[in-house]
């Protein structure tokens, strides 16, 4: 199952090779505006098993203190579960039509 989250404060890790530790990674935010971020869930997961894997993924994917602006999946129950947790409306939780498709 595929969850797609509305993410307009993108960010992306990378290593800094000049540093004084080079292994340790660092995160940036990325330029260029509305992104989405993808989270395939593998088969046999939980609703639970899923909800708990986007939300420690979001972290890694939008800056500090950003959450997703909207929420879809193929489970009605996680798009709710996800839209209540990062205070969206649920009945207003799927990509908007200004998003487009990818």
Known sequence: MRVNLG????????RDPESGDPELVRYRRVE??????HVDIPSGKSMGDAFRLVTGLVPYHFAKGAGPVWVESESPGLTALLAEHYGLDPDKAGRPADWKKE
């Open 7 to 14: 993410n307009e404060a993108p960010i992306e890790g990378y």
């Open 32 to 37: 260029g505006g509305k992104r989405v971020t």
